[in-house]
C-alpha cells in the first residue's frame, strides 16, 4: 500500500482506472469468502464456551463505542465519515477483512479517506493488541463454561492445484448467490455480507454430507489465497489516494474516534466479562479475536502458552468474519 501511494504521489501509477473498479467489485468479495472457506463454525458451540461469551461481549462494547465516538467527533471525519465509521465498527468485530468488505458494501469512494482510516486502524491494532497481550491472566484452573469438552487440533490440510481450483470455483459461486440473495431481500449493499454468510455454512455442510471424509483438504490453502488477494486491495487504495498530503488531513480525527472505539470495548468485555465470572484467558483472547482476527487469536494463545485456547480463537475469529459486515452495515444507517 505504501509503495502504491508513492508511485501514485509521484504520478507513475493513476488515481483511477477500470482496473481498480475490478478488485473492489471482483477480488475483495472473493477474498472474504476464502476466509470463511476455511472456517468450521460447527465446532463453536462445544469449544467455544466462555470466549464466545466473551466475544459477544466485545462486539456489543465495539458497537456501543462506535456510537459513543461518532456523538464525538463524528462530524470532523466528512460527508463520507459515516461509511468509514462503519468500516471501523466491521473491523473491531470480526477483524480487518470486515473492514475492506463494508467499505466496498457501503461504496466507500474517497481513497484519501480510505487510505487514512486504513492507516489509523493499522497503527491502533498493532498498539491494542500489544496491550491487551500484556494484561496479565492469573485463572489458576481452566472455568468449566470454557469447554464443554476437550477440543482437538483443527483439520488442516496441504494446498494442491485442485484445491486453489476449488477455492475459487466455490468463491465464485458464494459470491453470485449471495448477489442474487441481497437482490431478492431489497438491499443489495449486503451482498457480500449474504456471501461470507453462505461461505461459512460450506464446510459444515460438506461434513454432514460426507463425514467420513476430511473437508479440510477441499478447500485447503484458501486463507492464504485469501491474503493474497486482499494485497490488490491495499495496493489500490494507496494508489486511488494520488498525494500523501490528503491522507494525512483527516487522521488526528481518525484517531480519536479509534481511541474512543476500543475503550469503550475494552471496558465492556473485561468489565462485563469478569462481572460474569468469565476466566481472563477467555477475555482476552476474544477481545483479539474482535480486534485483530482468528490470526492473531490464535497466534496469541499460542504465544503464552494457552493451547486450550487456540481453537475457540480461531473459531471466535471467524465468526467475526461472518457477522460483522451484516452488522456494520446496520449500524451505517443509524450514522448517516
Known sequence: MAAALLLSSLGLLPTWCAAYDIVCDWIVPAAAVMYMLDAD?????????????????????TVIGTLLAWQCVGP????????VASALC??????????????KALHLSTGALLLSAIA?????MG????????????DVTVSPMLHSQPPSAPEKG????????????????????GSRLAELMGFPAVALAAATAIASVVRPAAKAMFPGRRTSEVFAGAPALGNVLMLLFFATVGASCGCIGSALTTT????????????VHTAIIIGGGRAM???????????????GGPGTAAGTAAARGWPQMVQPGVLTGSLGYAIATFIACGISVLLQ
Not at 489509523?120 to 491502533?124: G, I, K, S, T, Y
Open 76 to 83: 470532523k471525519l466528512g460527508s463520507e465519515g459515516w461509511k
Open 277 to 291: 465470572g468469565l476466566p481472563m484467558q477467555a477475555i482476552l483472547v476474544a477481545s483479539n479475536a474482535n480486534v
Open 252 to 263: 488526528p480525527w481518525l484517531c480519536t474516534f479509534i481511541l474512543l472505539q476500543l475503550l
Open 158 to 177: 496441504e494446498a494442491t492445484p485442485r484445491s486453489l481450483a476449488a477455492t475459487l470455483a466455490m468463491a465464485a459461486t458464494c459470491c453470485a448467490l
Open 90 to 103: 466491521a473491523t473491531y468485530i470480526g477483524g480487518a477483512i470486515n473492514f475492506a468488505a463494508t467499505a
Open 41 to 61: 463454525l460447527s465446532r463453536l458451540a462445544s469449544t467455544g464456551g466462555a470466549t464466545l461469551l466473551a466475544f459477544i461481549l466485545g462486539a456489543a462494547g
Open 127 to 138: 498498539v491494542y493488541l500489544a496491550i491487551i497481550s500484556a494484561i496479565p491472566a492469573d
Open 120 to 124: 489509523a486502524d493499522n497503527v491502533a
